[in-house]
């Protein structure tokens, strides 16, 4: 009787073993494979930080551009007196090339002079020698303590000249700004086209790199206008 019972014992759990699960297993049906890897959505739009880069990288580019601008424009001599004329002007101090508006005090004591005293009286000769070969014409007066510059009159064929700098510095000025603009309203478009950008974010993009073009021209515009006003002022 009691080896009767054994064997039916040990049919009834063979037959059920299957409902039992052992503690800390994971029962895997191949109906049903576990993936092994996570699938992540990507964001669908660009979020507003990514688009204020691509409008601050515009805009750092512009200035960029504008500092230029400015310093171009002052390197062109009027018949006025000007410590900015002198800018671009490097003299030999000690081995090393270095801007003599670092070098010395430019000042102007009046309207058609310069005067440059340096800081160090043994740069003199280095810095008149840097004046007469920088190539803008002018002829500096040593005294041994200080360099005087006379600026002579512009004649009105000079004058036309220079109207032309003036207008074509401004051109180039207003080519590199709207390339600048060309340039990130491509990539706005591309990220809009790729599904990275939505079509709201895109049109404010464009618009707020399109401000600051306008802006900027009209900076140049108001820059070289005053530049002019030098050139042509007796």
């Known amino acids: 009787m009691n080896i009767l019972l054994g064997i039916l014992a040990a049919s009834y759990y063979a037959s059920n073993a299957a409902a039992f699960v052992a503690p800390n297993h994971v029962a895997i049906h191949s109906h049903s494979p576990i993936s092994l890897h996570r699938h992540i959505t990507p964001p669908l739009h660009m979020s507003q930080e990514e688009m204020d880069l691509i409008t601050m990288d515009a805009e750092e580019r512009m200035d960029k551009t504008m500092s230029s601008l400015v310093e171009n424009l002052a390197t062109i001599r009027t018949g006025r007196a000007n410590p900015n004329m002198l800018d671009r002007v490097e003299a030999d101090y000690y081995g090393a090339m270095t801007p003599i508006n670092q070098m010395a005090t430019i000042s102007v004591p009046s309207s058609q002079q310069l005067q440059i005293s340096p800081f160090d009286k043994s740069s003199l000769t280095d810095i008149e020698k840097a004046i007469i070969y920088s190539g803008l014409g002018f ?10 510059i006379n600026i002579p009159q512009l004649t009105e064929e000079r004058r036309k000249e220079l109207l032309k700098q003036c207008k074509s510095i401004g051109e180039e000025a207003k080519v590199a700004i709207r390339n600048i603009r060309r340039d990130g309203v491509d990539n706005i478009k591309k990220m809009e086209k790729n599904g990275d950008l939505g079509k709201d974010q895109a049109l404010d993009g464009i618009d707020a790199i399109q ?9 140049i515009d108001e820059t070289v206008a005053k530049k002019e006003k030098e050139v042509t002022t007796l």
């Open 139 to 148: 002829t500096p007066n040593n005294d041994g303590s200080v360099i005087r």
């Open 211 to 219: 401000k600051s073009t306008d802006d900027h021209v009209k900076r």
